[in-house]
């Protein structure tokens, strides 16, 4: 398993159109990925899982990614970070 912590920075938080582009780009992978947020693990290949967890700006979530693929899945979720989520 490999997991990196991150403080989301966009305004508005992982509202749905991040929330969706997270989610569509997790589900390529076939390890498992998930969130840890809150005190919860969240399904981060499921929308409405995302959505439920009302991550807002400056809330830190950890990426955890657990597979075959799970380096690329990681990479894949830092790529988007950077990139502010598409925002």
């Given amino acids: ?14 509202h749905m159109r991040p929330a969706g582009l997270v989610t ?5 992978f076939n390890s498992d990925v998930s969130f840890a947020v809150n005190g919860a693990t969240i399904n981060a290949k499921s929308i409405m899982n995302v959505m439920a967890a009302c ?10 990614c657990n597979g075959a693929d799970e380096e690329a899945a990681l990479a894949k979720f830092d790529e988007l970070y950077n990139n502010g989520f598409g925002e």
Avoid: P
């Avoid at 398993?1 to 992982?14: A, C, H, P």
């Avoid at 569509?24 to 390529?28: A, F, V, Y």
């Avoid at 807002?56 to 955890?64: A, P, Y």
């Fill in 55 to 64: 991550i807002k700006c400056g809330t830190e979530i950890e990426v955890q």
């Fill in 24 to 28: 569509k780009e997790m589900m390529k």
């Fill in 1 to 14: 398993m490999v997991s990196k912590k991150y403080t989301i920075k966009n305004e508005q938080g992982l």
